[in-house]
């Protein structure tokens, strides 16, 4: 039998997407100069490493804080698209 993880970082991870928008607003808020493959896997990397119990819905977007990188990415919880990245 397979056994399928349905939790939520895992269904954000499957369904993450983004704009082209967003790469220049994550530079900018994070004060990095990253290609847009890598702020996808610096992205991918903070939800991996992020504790499911600092994901926080509030409205319509989830806020997955990071307190290790003292960051907080924001994410639509309908499409799922990366809205930013702030420092905390």
């Known amino acids: ?3 399928i993880d349905r939790s939520l970082k895992a269904i954000i991870k499957l369904r993450l997407c983004y704009t082209e928008r967003v790469y220049d607003r994550i530079n900018r808020k994070l004060g990095i ?9 610096f992205v991918a990397g903070i939800i991996e490493h ?3 119990t600092h994901f926080l819905q509030k409205g319509k977007n989830y806020y997955i804080v990071n307190d290790t990188e003292h960051i907080r990415i924001t994410i639509n919880s309908y499409t799922y ?3 930013t990245a702030d420092k905390i």
């Open 1 to 3: 039998m397979i056994s």
């Open 33 to 41: 100069h990253l290609s847009p493959e890598e702020i996808e896997d």
């Open 50 to 52: 992020t504790d499911e």
């Open 81 to 83: 698209r990366v809205i």
